[in-house]
C-alpha cells in the first residue's frame, strides 16, 4: 500500500476533507487571538501603522515570536483529532507507509540541510563579512533560541502535516492521481506565503520560491512514501533561517546571530536553489534510500 493510495474510500470524500481543512483553519485563526490582544494592548494607536509588517516591527520580536508561532500549537492536535475521528485512520497513516514514523529519516534530513544552509551562510559571511552585522545579545538570543526550539518544530511539523500530508492525501481520492495532488498543494503552499513581509520587498515573484519549495518537498514525500524528510528539511529550514541571520529590510527581524545588511535580490538566489540546490538534495536522497521509477512514482493513477 503506497502513501496516497492507503486513504480508506469507504469512510472519506474529498467533502470530508475540505471539512477537516476549515477545522484547522478554525483553530488557527482561534489561537491569533492571543496575538491581535497583545498587538491592541501594546499599540492603542493601531490605525496610525501603514500594515501589520510595520507594527509587529515595532514590537519586541521574542514574543512577537511566539505569539505568530503559537497558532500552530493550537491547531496540532486537531489534526490529530480530525484524522482519527472524522477519517476513522491512523494518525500514523499521515506521516508513513512504514511501520512506524522513522525518526532516523527525519534526523537525517534535518542534519543535511542544516548543515548545507549553516555552511552557506557561513561561506557568504566570510566572503562578504562587510554586508553582515553581528548581532549576539546573550539574553535575547537564549530566549529566541527557547521559543524556536519548541515552537518551531510544531510549525513546521503542522505545515507538513496538512500540506504534504493531509491536502496531498485529499487530492488524490479526488484526482486518483499524483501529479495533480503535488501541484495543487505545492501552490496552495506558495499562496499561504503571500503576507509574507519579505513579498513587500521582492515582490510577487518570491512566491515562485515557496511553490518550488512546495514542489521539492512533495517530490521527496512521493518518492519515499513519507513526509519524514520533508519534516526533518523543513524544520532545519526555518531553525537555521531564524536562528543564524536576520535582513535589515525586513518588517519583522528576530535576535539572531547576524543582521544582513546587504540589498536584497530574487534572480539569482531563486534560480540556484530551485534549478540546483533542490534537485541535488533530492538525488542525494535518492541515492540514500534507493528510489526508483521516478516519473511512475509522481505520476501513476490509482
Known amino acids: 500500500m503506497r502513501y496516497l493510495e492507503q486513504v480508506k474510500t469507504e469512510n472519506n470524500s474529498f467533502i470530508s476533507y475540505l471539512k477537516g481543512s476549515l477545522i484547522f483553519i478554525f483553530f488557527h485563526f482561534l489561537g491569533q487571538i492571543p496575538l491581535y490582544i497583545y498587538l491592541i494592548s501594546k499599540s492603542p494607536n493601531i490605525e496610525g501603522y501603514r500594515d501589520q509588517n510595520e507594527l509587529l516591527s515595532s514590537l519586541p520580536?521574542?514574543?512577537?515570536?511566539?505569539?505568530?508561532?503559537?497558532?500552530?500549537?493550537?491547531t496540532a492536535p486537531f489534526i490529530y483529532i480530525v484524522v482519527t475521528k472524522l477519517h476513522r485512520q491512523s494518525f500514523k497513516s499521515l506521516v508513513s507507509i512504514r511501520n512506524k514514523v522513522d525518526f532516523n529519516r527525519i534526523l537525517f534530513s534535518f542534519l543535511l540541510w542544516g548543515g548545507i544552509s549553516t555552511l552557506m551562510i557561513s561561506l557568504d559571511y566570510c566572503m562578504s563579512p562587510y554586508d553582515y552585522e553581528w548581532n549576539f545579545k546573550p539574553i535575547p538570543f537564549l530566549v529566541l533560541l527557547l521559543i524556536s526550539i519548541?515552537?518551531?518544530?510544531?510549525?513546521?511539523?503542522?505545515?507538513?502535516?496538512?500540506?504534504?500530508?493531509?491536502?496531498?492525501?485529499?487530492?488524490?481520492?479526488?484526482?486518483?492521481?499524483?501529479?495533480?495532488?503535488?501541484?495543487?498543494?505545492?501552490?496552495?503552499?506558495?499562496?499561504?506565503?503571500?503576507?509574507?513581509?519579505?513579498?513587500?520587498?521582492?515582490?510577487?515573484?518570491?512566491?515562485?520560491?515557496?511553490?518550488?519549495?512546495?514542489?521539492?518537498?512533495?517530490?521527496?514525500?512521493?518518492?519515499?512514501?513519507?513526509?519524514?524528510?520533508?519534516?526533518?528539511?523543513?524544520?532545519?529550514?526555518?531553525?537555521?533561517?531564524?536562528?543564524?541571520?536576520t535582513a535589515s529590510w525586513t518588517a519583522f527581524q528576530t535576535e539572531s546571530l547576524l543582521i544582513d545588511n546587504a540589498e536584497p535580490s530574487l534572480g539569482k538566489e531563486l534560480i540556484i536553489t530551485l534549478a540546483v540546490i533542490y534537485p541535488i538534495l533530492a538525488f542525494i536522497y535518492g541515492k540514500k534510500y534507493k528510489w526508483k521509477n521516478w516519473i511512475g512514482q509522481l505520476t501513476n493513477k490509482f
Do not use: C
Not at 61 to 74: D, E, K, M, R, Y
Not at 204 to 210: A, K, T
Open 61 to 74: 520580536s521574542n514574543t512577537t515570536l511566539f505569539l505568530i508561532l503559537l497558532p500552530f500549537a493550537v
Open 150 to 245: 519548541v515552537l518551531i518544530p510544531i510549525q513546521t511539523t503542522v505545515e507538513e502535516l496538512i500540506f504534504r500530508g493531509y491536502l496531498i492525501q485529499g487530492f488524490g481520492l479526488l484526482f486518483k492521481n499524483r501529479w495533480l495532488p503535488l501541484l495543487f498543494t505545492s501552490v496552495l503552499f506558495g499562496l499561504l506565503h503571500i503576507w509574507n513581509p519579505e513579498i513587500e520587498k521582492l515582490g510577487i515573484n518570491l512566491l515562485w520560491y515557496y511553490i518550488g519549495t512546495g514542489i521539492f518537498l512533495g517530490i521527496i514525500t512521493l518518492m519515499d512514501e513519507g513526509i519524514e524528510l520533508a519534516l526533518g528539511f523543513h524544520a532545519a529550514n526555518n531553525l537555521v533561517t531564524v536562528l543564524m541571520v
